[in-house]
């Protein structure tokens, strides 16, 4: 079987020497180049044609983020972006994932040497799903700034009377920033409450949050353990958290806590979804977006099983067809929709219920 080609970018000797070392170490995976800055790696890349690139974000003579964004229009390569674990560090991350970055390591501040060590399973793994993912392309950068603002302007259409009995439930992993940015920009501000879990580190969820809350016409934050869950908000997990519902009297509540990772995960999808299975049953509909591996999906099964409507990210639109495959494979997923569709889908369902509520009045 032929090895994954990586080359490293980074301009510390030590962090590139480390990231070769760690990489060298698998027998599926060699690194065929080392670059301390962009401009070397642009030659680098040209001769050795990797697999993967790791890209560190902060770096001389040219900005990661400026690297990333002329990659993946003139020669589209699967990235591992490498973060420190800071505010700007988080915004610069989600701004590498809205270029294309397949996913990201958060390396230490402090103690790189021994940070990145103990990070080896998850530097590695993560190079692995980058190697197979479905890459996007950049937009182009005017193009995407005036599709952003278009949404932006444009209010999504109201759903109509509907019961505040309704949650919405969106798990996602690798790709799942976007995949989940997507759905929420086209939800308008009298939908349910969303609540969500995405695979990211601690530090990470609070910017992604603020980020998607400047672009969606619903409130988007980070959970806080206790508070009612309300129309027209949504939830993220906290990272290094799991997240669940749990009823107090007549109103959801969310449940923030710190526990052992489930599937390898915290926050875990499987625990959000299993409280929406015990908890809210039929008034929950779920949404499994691109992620690697299975997290979630027997949970998302218990939810179709206590009454919920299902809807799964299909393969062609995932940057990663793990959780949705196992998803479908588990019997979970009553329709399995283009990302683009997803939102449109989730409104006419609760519209028709909507309906159905009206009639019954």
Same mark, same amino acid.
């Given at each position: 079987m032929a090895k994954t080609r990586v080359v490293v970018v980074d301009d510390s000797a030590l962090v590139r020497s480390l990231l070769a070392e760690i990489i060298n170490r698998q027998p599926d995976m060699e690194c065929v180049g080392a670059a301390a800055d962009p401009l070397i790696a642009r030659e680098m890349i040209r001769? !050795?044609?990797?697999? +993967?690139?790791?890209?560190?974000?902060?770096?001389?003579?040219?900005?990661?983020?400026? #690297? &990333?964004?002329?990659?993946?229009?003139?020669r589209p390569t699967p990235v591992v972006m490498v973060s420190t674990l800071t505010e700007r560090g988080a915004d610069v991350?989600?701004?590498?994932?809205? &270029? /294309?970055?397949?996913? #990201?390591v958060a390396k230490p501040k402090i103690g790189v040497s021994d940070g990145l060590r103990k990070l080896a399973e998850e530097i590695t793994d993560k190079v692995r799903i980058a190697a197979k993912a479905h890459l996007r392309r950049a937009p182009v950068a005017v193009a995407a700034a005036a599709s952003t603002e278009a949404t932006a302007r444009t209010t999504p259409a109201a759903i109509g009377r509907l019961s505040t009995e309704k949650l919405i439930f969106i798990g996602a992993? !690798?790709?799942?920033?976007? =995949? !989940?940015?997507?759905? @929420?920009? *086209?939800?308008?501000p009298d939908c349910p409450a969303v609540v969500i879990t995405q695979h990211m580190p601690p530090g990470f969820t609070r910017s992604y949050a603020a980020r998607l809350d400047g672009l969606c016409r619903i409130r988007v934050a980070e959970a806080r353990d206790g508070e009612r869950v309300l129309p027209g908000h949504a939830y993220i997990a906290p990272g290094g958290h799991h997240? $669940?519902?749990?009823?107090?009297?007549?109103? %959801?509540?969310?449940?923030?806590? +710190? /526990?052992?990772? +489930?599937?390898? *995960?915290?926050?875990?999808?499987?625990?959000? #979804?299993? $409280? =929406?299975?015990? +908890?809210? /049953?039929p008034n929950a509909l779920g949404i499994m977006l691109t992620g690697m591996g299975a997290d979630?999906?027997? =949970?998302?099964?218990?939810?179709?099983? =206590?009454?919920? %409507?299902? &809807?799964?990210?299909?393969?062609? $639109?995932?940057?990663?067809f793990g959780m949705p495959r196992e998803a479908i494979a588990q019997g979970a997923a *009553?329709?399995? @929709?283009? &990302?683009?569709?997803?939102?449109?889908r989730l409104i006419e369902r609760l519209r028709s219920t909507a309906g159905m509520s009206l009639n019954r009045v």
């Amino acid at each position: 079987m032929a090895k994954t080609r990586v080359v490293v970018v980074d301009d510390s000797a030590l962090v590139r020497s480390l990231l070769a070392e760690i990489i060298n170490r698998q027998p599926d995976m060699e690194c065929v180049g080392a670059a301390a800055d962009p401009l070397i790696a642009r030659e680098m890349i040209r001769s !050795t044609n990797p697999d +993967v690139i790791t890209l560190d974000v902060e770096m001389p003579r040219m900005d990661g983020i400026d #690297f &990333l964004g002329k990659l993946m229009r003139l020669r589209p390569t699967p990235v591992v972006m490498v973060s420190t674990l800071t505010e700007r560090g988080a915004d610069v991350t989600l701004r590498a994932l809205e &270029l /294309g970055a397949v996913d #990201f390591v958060a390396k230490p501040k402090i103690g790189v040497s021994d940070g990145l060590r103990k990070l080896a399973e998850e530097i590695t793994d993560k190079v692995r799903i980058a190697a197979k993912a479905h890459l996007r392309r950049a937009p182009v950068a005017v193009a995407a700034a005036a599709s952003t603002e278009a949404t932006a302007r444009t209010t999504p259409a109201a759903i109509g009377r509907l019961s505040t009995e309704k949650l919405i439930f969106i798990g996602a992993s !690798t790709g799942g920033t976007e =995949a !989940t940015k997507e759905v @929420l920009m *086209h939800l308008p501000p009298d939908c349910p409450a969303v609540v969500i879990t995405q695979h990211m580190p601690p530090g990470f969820t609070r910017s992604y949050a603020a980020r998607l809350d400047g672009l969606c016409r619903i409130r988007v934050a980070e959970a806080r353990d206790g508070e009612r869950v309300l129309p027209g908000h949504a939830y993220i997990a906290p990272g290094g958290h799991h997240l $669940s519902v749990e009823r107090s009297g007549a109103n %959801y509540i969310a449940r923030v806590q +710190v /526990g052992e990772p +489930v599937n390898r *995960h915290m926050p875990s999808v499987e625990v959000l #979804f299993q $409280s =929406a299975a015990r +908890v809210v /049953g039929p008034n929950a509909l779920g949404i499994m977006l691109t992620g690697m591996g299975a997290d979630g999906a027997r =949970a998302m099964r218990e939810m179709r099983d =206590a009454g919920s %409507y299902n &809807l799964v990210q299909d393969e062609a $639109s995932c940057v990663v067809f793990g959780m949705p495959r196992e998803a479908i494979a588990q019997g979970a997923a *009553h329709e399995v @929709l283009p &990302l683009t569709q997803i939102a449109g889908r989730l409104i006419e369902r609760l519209r028709s219920t909507a309906g159905m509520s009206l009639n019954r009045v």
